[in-house]
């Protein structure tokens, strides 16, 4: 178990491409003091993300990265990434998929949430999926990010029970805000062995 004092926060990266409500919880997560994570570097391949706001707020740095030339903007944050000393990314609500070759250059370890029971639904339109399946849970997974989508190794899910009445909307909100929870129990269930 990480000591409360006198540790070192693993320097971590967050990246994402949307509203950013995991990366809110993750940075409020990371300023408790049993957190082994501190947040150093929020990166979007969106320009317009509301998640940047918490750059703002939370005074972290902000990249943003066109990713239409992703050999170019992979380079660029795997440099940037060194001269921080990140060690950690996790990737919340990131909309783009990062290449073999970012994967394997990275000298840390990435992961990612998915808002589905993994292996089932990997990619897009998780909810819209499960209710047409008629599935009687749904819910969310952290993982290990390797080089195929949505694929490595599986750290922790949380159930999400569907019912009748559900819809794309209802669900996709249950599911939220247990990833709220379920991303900063991944980390401290990695990291404080
Ligand atoms: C989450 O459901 C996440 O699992 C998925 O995209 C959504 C991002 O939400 N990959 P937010 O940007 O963290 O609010």
Redesign the pocket.
């Known amino acids: 178990m990480a000591q409360s004092t006198g540790f070192k926060k693993i320097k971590t990266a967050v990246f994402?491409s949307?509203?950013?409500?995991?990366?809110q919880s993750l940075i409020k997560f990371s300023k408790l003091k049993k957190s082994p994570i501190s947040i150093e570097m929020i990166i979007s391949n969106n320009p317009k993300s509301k998640?940047l706001v918490f750059g703002k707020i939370y005074k972290i740095k902000k990249n943003i990265l066109n990713f239409k030339k992703q050999i170019v903007a992979e380079k660029e944050i795997l440099l940037k990434l060194k001269k921080n000393k990140i060690n950690l990314i996790c990737l919340?609500?990131f909309m783009k998929i990062l290449s073999k070759n970012f994967i394997l250059n990275f000298k840390g370890q990435i992961l990612n949430?998915?808002?589905s029971l993994l292996p089932k639904y990997k990619g897009l339109n998780t909810h819209e999926k499960a209710i047409k399946n008629k599935d009687r849970y749904s819910g969310?997974t952290v993982h290990f990010v390797n080089s195929k989508l949505d694929s490595g190794k599986i750290i922790i899910q949380k159930k999400v029970k569907i019912r009748k009445n559900d819809t794309i909307n209802s669900l996709?909100k249950k599911?939220?805000a247990q990833?709220h929870k379920l991303y900063p129990k991944a980390i401290l269930k990695i990291f404080s062995l």
């Open positions: 994402i949307g509203t950013g409500s995991n990366l998640g919340a609500g949430i998915h808002p969310c996709a599911i939220l990833e």
